[in-house]
């Protein structure tokens, strides 16, 4: 099937809210915020991880469950696993660079041996170890009817919940791993997975309608439905005073581990993006062509990103904690533009050579 590149703006829009997140408060503390970067931009920004957890498993469903009943399955699987030790290998090199200039030796030592975590970085550290096994559960996955899927979905849910709250496994790293930990930025393997299970089923229904325009609006509007109807549900939980609620979310309450008005509000943002990214199909794609590219090398965009955040910008030009919001605001805009220009120009050089 022809590369979708809906799936890439859709994952595009997720890198550039992260690198958005990632590029100011890198270097201005909340306390620093004005309140029109809590509330709305900072808040715009909690709809990024569940949205890149969302299209992995929107992707995964397009490029690779189809193959699991093919030949060339085992090369596509070995093709996943190794992706998976390269994103382990630039997790650990990222790790080093977030921590190098404020960080003693040893607390770094400790992040590379999983005796602790960094902040930034760690999305990659879910990534890396979930292509090392999901490879092995996409043939169980693509066996399942709709209903079952569901079930799994509900089931993995719950059984995160109990872990979080009932075992230590014996290891403080490994429960970060697995089902996250409140003393740490981690992304739980277990807690995060019933997102990317969504993102399988709704990359099926993708694949099956993308072609035809009719059935990929109705796909769109559904999801967008999805969307408003957890947004809903966000407003119904959240507590009397719905502006703390939301400037509690910018301030990144809830989102480790996860509770339910984070996940309802991220979950709704992140189905908005994908509903949209689908009806605006190719021709928005091209309308919004630096983000795109962006989407189509996040792995790229998000090591260059990280790097220039780090090493120049807290680093060589030492802005940490030192400028204002808006000037974070538009070093940050910038470093979006660059991180197209850099893909763009990587992409060029790799078929040149």
Not at 140 to 156: E, S
Not at 198 to 205: A, F, H, I, P, S
Not at 299 to 318: N, T
Not at 333 to 341: E, G, K, N, S
Request: with cysteine; net charge positive.
């Amino acid at each position: 099937m022809e590369r979708i590149r809906a799936i890439d703006l859709a994952r595009g829009i997720a890198v550039v809210l992260m690198i958005l997140s990632h590029g100011i408060k890198g270097l201005v503390p909340f306390e620093e915020f004005p309140s029109w970067g809590l509330v709305p931009i900072h808040l715009l920004t909690k709809g990024a991880s569940t949205c890149f957890f969302l299209v992995f498993g929107i992707t995964l469903a397009v490029a690779f469950v189809p193959a699991v009943d093919r030949e060339d399955w085992p090369q596509k699987r070995k093709r996943l696993f190794f992706r998976g030790l390269k994103i382990l290998f630039w997790y650990k090199v990222l790790c080093i660079v977030e921590m190098f200039s404020l960080y003693e030796r040893q607390e770094i030592l400790d992040v590379l041996l999983y005796r602790a975590f960094a902040v930034y970085s760690e999305i990659l550290g879910f990534y890396g170890i979930a292509l090392l096994w999901i490879p092995f559960f996409l043939p169980l996955w693509k066996k399942l009817r709709w209903w079952g899927q569901l079930i799994c979905i509900v089931f993995t849910t719950y059984t995160a919940i109990y872990l979080f709250n009932n075992f230590d496994f014996g290891s403080v790293g490994l429960k970060a791993i697995l089902v996250e930990h409140e003393d740490f930025y981690t992304w739980g393997q277990l807690t995060r997975l019933p997102i990317v299970m969504v993102g399988l089923m709704l990359g099926e229904m993708t694949r099956k309608c993308y072609e035809s325009i009719k059935r990929r609006m109705i796909l769109a509007a559904s999801i967008f439905a999805g969307g408003l109807l957890l947004a809903v549900a966000f407003v119904l939980h959240a507590p009397e005073n719905l502006q703390e609620t939301l400037i509690s979310l910018a301030m990144n309450e809830g989102k480790h581990p996860p509770d339910a008005s984070f996940m309802l509000f991220s979950m709704s943002l992140a189905f908005f993006i994908v509903s949209l990214s689908l009806a605006g199909g190719n021709l928005l794609a091209l309308v919004l062509k630096p983000v795109t590219i962006i989407g189509s090398d996040a792995l790229g965009a998000f090591v260059f990103h990280i790097f220039v955040i780090f090493v120049f910008y807290r680093y060589l030009f030492d802005y940490w904690h030192k400028i204002t919001y808006q000037h974070a605001l538009n070093l940050t805009l910038l470093l979006i533009l660059l991180t197209a220009i850099w893909i763009r120009v990587k992409n060029w050089i790799s078929k040149e050579s």
